[in-house]
């Protein structure tokens, strides 16, 4: 079965660290794009980091120098490591793929995703 399972989420205290998980199941996400997505209650999904080929990293403005996006091959899975994290940060985050390499701003759009998994909150709060 093709999918994308997020794990990681949780509670924590503002200025505090979680590390998300995206497990892929059924394909290799080596020839794939990989980006991070959250929505918080009442907003738009937003875009907050990319990876195509190559492992080039792209971030949203609002998460540059806190949070950090990488992939291990060898266990088919990207990691969003988010540091000092914010109240603002709270948002149900979501992983997505596209065999397409996205330039640009273009990275930032959902529609340019194929597959998404099924989410996990993460809340900052005190």
């Known amino acids: 079965q093709v999918q994308l399972v997020e794990s990681g989420g949780g509670s924590v205290q503002p200025g505090g660290s979680l590390r998300l998980s995206c497990a892929a199941s059924?394909?290799?996400?080596?020839?794939?794009?990989i980006a991070w997505f959250r929505q918080a209650p009442g907003k738009e999904r937003e875009g907050v980091s990319y990876?195509?080929?190559?492992?080039?990293?792209y971030y949203a403005d609002s998460v540059k120098g806190r949070f950090t996006i990488s992939r291990d091959n060898a266990k088919n899975t990207v990691y969003l490591q988010m540091n000092s994290l914010k109240p603002e940060d709270t948002a149900v985050y979501y992983c997505?793929?596209?065999?397409?390499?996205?330039?640009?701003?273009?990275?930032?759009?959902?529609?340019?995703?194929?597959?998404w998994g099924q989410g996990t909150q993460v809340t900052v709060s005190s």
């Open positions: 059924g394909f290799t996400l080596d020839y794939y794009s």
């Open positions: 990876m195509r080929g190559g492992n080039i990293p």
């Open positions: 997505a793929t596209t065999r397409r390499l996205l330039f640009g701003s273009d990275w930032r759009n959902d529609a340019n995703y194929s597959l």
